[in-house]
């Protein structure tokens, strides 16, 4: 607005606003986990991964929660003059309240496999082809009706890599224009895309040399079919290609004896595994937080009640083990990933999670996971429970395919 554009830095806390000349200002965020955020006629509302806040000056007001395992908040969307919050899938949950953008009939996208996207908008069902389609999403609409759709080509599936495409299309189901996306993300954005009341799409991209924020107008004079980003923003390696070699190895272990024993683990054991790391409550105090010459906490760690077990390059624990180390006054994780520490911090890094989340009976890293498991064909094969790997750089818990 007036210029202005808002970011939310949930990393550190902040909300920052930038003029046009570049000046900053910001606002302390006194809550973690924040992800998302709207701020209209003078009031903040503040979205985290269940929780909805309401603030006005400096009062916080819990509005609304969600208790569901997995039912998170996605985000905020407008509708018929309202903000409301939605659901991974889709729906929306509930109303936040007022909106400054103009009325639009909902609007919902859903991939058909292979080649498929089928666009609901008010009574009407469109339907858009992608190429071997992967996730899709709807981002928002102009005033007159003008759609932007989300949506990935894979091109190949092991190791998977997609091509990223914004679509715009019109009421009769008809493309207009189609942007290619860069694939490459130097930091974790949460909401890529936000568009304007006038129907401007504001896409957040991060490069090596910072994070940008690029505006694209749909002018039908002077549009083109295909759309691209300069070089300067496709020219850059992955930060996957960067990644640095992870520890084989973890402390304390398990008892493996007793561990091996165990028959497997089902995908409903795995998720809720996965679950209970995730929502676990717990608390710090001073002696868990701090930077030693080999630990260095994550910065959301806060004195006092903490969500979720915290990442630890290298570590292997359940629930009970990272608890027990915090009674001790261990540091609660360890992003130092220059040298691995194994006695004086607890928690876990992505293979540790998988592992635990898979009953091993002892840890296997992204290069050695295959050793117990069987690789898919296709990224379409996914069921809950499995995981997607980069051998020597990431692993990742498949939990449910979204809309």
Known sequence: ADGRIMILDSENGKLKTFDRNGEMSS??????????????????HLLGARKLYRCEEKDIELIAEENAPRKMFQGFYGQDGELFVKHRDGTRVLSAGRFRKPGLPPVRVERQLPDKVMV???????ELTVRDVGSVDYIGSTPDGLMYIYAESVVRHVPVKADRFVYVMDKEGVVLARIRLPRNQYAYIFREFDVAPDGTLYHMQSTERGVHIVRWEYDPEYAV??????????GIPHFNGLAESEPAAADPPFNKAAAASAAGVTRSEALEIADAHVWHVWTATTENIGTTSTVTTPSWVQVGENQSIP????????????????????????????????????????????????KTSQKYGTSTIGNVSTPLSSVNDLLPGDATNKAGSHIRLFVEWTA
């Open 27 to 44: 606002r302390e965020i006194p809550l973690p986990h924040i992800t998302d955020f709207h701020y209209e006629n003078n009031t903040l």
């Open 120 to 126: 609901t908008a008010g009574g009407s069902s469109l």
């Open 225 to 234: 079919k295909e759309a691209e980003y300069p070089e300067s923003f496709t």
């Open 311 to 358: 990442y630890k390059w290298g570590g292997w624990n359940t629930i009970a083990q990272f608890d027990q180390g915090i009674a001790a006054g261990k540091l609660a994780g360890d992003i130092n990933t220059s040298t691995v520490d194994w006695g004086n911090s607890v928690g876990n890094d992505c293979s540790g999670y998988v592992s635990i989340c898979w």
